[in-house]
């Protein structure tokens, strides 16, 4: 019996484990962090790699991503990889690690839907941030927003622009306030869309200074 409860255990735990992936990102592998040289086809900074995709280096080519099923921060120089459900696989090349924090989703009432109508965080509690995060807004839906506007007390914070659809906020390596309450507005660069806007708590403390990641899922 105790053997059977056993394995039980670890199958829910397995079970559990993947669902986290899956709702992560269902169709995308990684995310791109840093690329430089020729990399077929070409990847920017902040993009998400999607699944089923083959990505060939050049010997000159350097990728660090982020593998969403490990948490793994890697680096490819020259190669091949691979991308599938269980993962990535390196080919060639000169592959490294190293283990970061998992990225975050944030949550969105209508994350299908942009245009003319006026987005919010799911839920009525404010979702946990560290006191040093990192915005990337994901999705087909990314390239209509043009800056990160913070928000305390209904008094404005900081307001910097969407590079590559990623924002750090504050950009000037201070840290927000511990269990403070903060709103954060993506603009969108045309005046028929309307903003997204989630109410959010800083009370995590930075483990890893610039490495906390949220994702903010747009389609």
């Known amino acids: 019996m105790l053997r059977i409860f056993a394995v039980v ?23 791109v962090l840093e ?16 699944a089923s995709a083959t990505l060939k280096l050049d010997s000159s080519a350097r990728l660090v991503f982020l593998d969403y099923q490990t948490c793994m921060q890697v680096t490819m120089s020259g190669g091949e990889l691979k991308f599938g459900p269980d993962g990535y696989l390196a080919k060639g090349g000169t592959p490294s690690s190293e283990r970061i924090p ?4 944030l949550h969105l009432q209508n994350p299908g839907e942009v245009a003319g109508i006026y987005m919010r965080g799911s ?4 979702q946990t941030i560290t006191t ?3 915005f990337v807004v994901v999705g087909s ?3 209509d927003f043009e800056s990160c506007e913070l928000l305390k007390d209904h008094r404005e914070v900081v307001t910097t622009r969407l590079v ?16 403070g ?5 993506l603009a969108p660069k045309s005046s028929a869309s309307q903003p997204i806007k989630i109410d959010l708590i800083a009370s995590t403390p930075e483990a890893k200074p610039g490495k906390s990641l949220f994702l903010i899922p747009v389609h």
Request: proline share 11%; aromatic share 6%.
């Open 9 to 31: 255990l670890l199958w829910s735990m397995a079970f559990i484990a993947a669902s986290e992936r899956v709702v992560l990102s269902a169709d995308a592998a990684a995310l």
């Open 141 to 143: 839906g990314g390239d």
């Open 164 to 179: 590559n659809h990623h924002c750090e906020l504050p950009p000037d390596g201070k840290s927000l306030d511990s269990n």
């Open 35 to 50: 690329s430089s040289g020729t990399i077929t086809p070409e990847q920017q900074p902040y993009s998400e790699i999607p």
């Open 181 to 185: 309450a903060y709103e954060l507005i």
């Open 132 to 134: 040093r995060p990192n």
């Open 123 to 126: 839920g009525d509690e404010p």
């Open 102 to 105: 998992c990225p975050t989703r």
